[in-house]
């Protein structure tokens, strides 16, 4: 059983965006081609890009679709292969860095210093020389 390969599409030229996450899920498409997986991983994925093939919309459901059926193809191939894209973890806990620590420091910060202007650079001298 083999990989199968997104679809060409004529309609998504003029959308920016749309076309460079297209572009982006065709990259990892061809990259999971290069990789040894099992059966049941494969017809998974498959079911995954059969979906976006088979789509008819266009726009942001076509751009939602992709995204959506990408994250769920990389979560299948985390779970299963211990496979991820380069820097995923980075991605992902940055988000949670910035809120759950940067943004409560800064408040702490700002309220310390009684001047919420420091929040987003309190790792700054506060007077210029």
Do not use: C
């Not at 309609?11 to 076309?19: A, G, P, R, T, V």
């Not at 994925?45 to 193809?73: D, P």
């Not at 299948?76 to 894209?85: D, W």
């Amino acid at each position: 059983m083999e990989i199968l390969e997104p679809r060409e599409r004529t309609d998504i030229s003029e959308d920016q965006k749309l076309s460079k996450v297209y572009a982006e899920f065709g990259l990892l498409v061809k990259a999971i081609r290069k990789k040894q997986l099992t059966p049941t991983l494969i017809s998974a994925l498959n079911g995954n890009i059969e979906r976006v093939n088979a789509s008819t919309v266009g726009g942001k459901e076509l751009m939602k679709l992709v995204s959506t059926s990408q994250k769920a193809m990389i979560k299948q191939m985390e779970k299963e292969m211990k496979i991820v894209p380069r820097n995923h973890f980075s991605k992902l806990w940055m988000v949670v860095g910035m809120s759950a620590f940067g943004l409560p420091f800064g408040v702490v910060f700002g309220l310390g210093l009684k001047n919420m202007g420091l929040l987003g650079d309190w790792g700054y001298p506060l007077e210029w020389e």
